[in-house]
């Protein structure tokens, strides 16, 4: 049940910065738009990769 309640605070993160993105790419001219979209993708995929190395450790750590 711990998981379901990590996954309902990360929920809201995630999609706050999903919608900035979004807002983002929707705003900055041409030449800045493949920079931020790479950028941002960047940026999701080491907060998605810390979360799911965090999540595994103390998964491993509790079923110890």
Do not use: E
């Not at 999701?44 to 110890?64: E, K, P, Q």
Request: charged residues 5%; glycine residues 8%.
């Amino acid at each position: 049940m711990a998981v379901f309640k990590r996954y309902l605070a990360v929920g809201p993160i995630v999609s706050l910065i999903s919608v900035s993105a979004i807002l983002i790419m929707a705003s900055a001219p041409g030449h800045l738009y493949h920079f931020s979209a790479l950028a941002l993708s960047g940026l999701i995929g080491i907060m998605v990769g810390v979360t799911a190395l965090v999540m595994t450790a103390r998964y491993i750590y509790t079923h110890l």
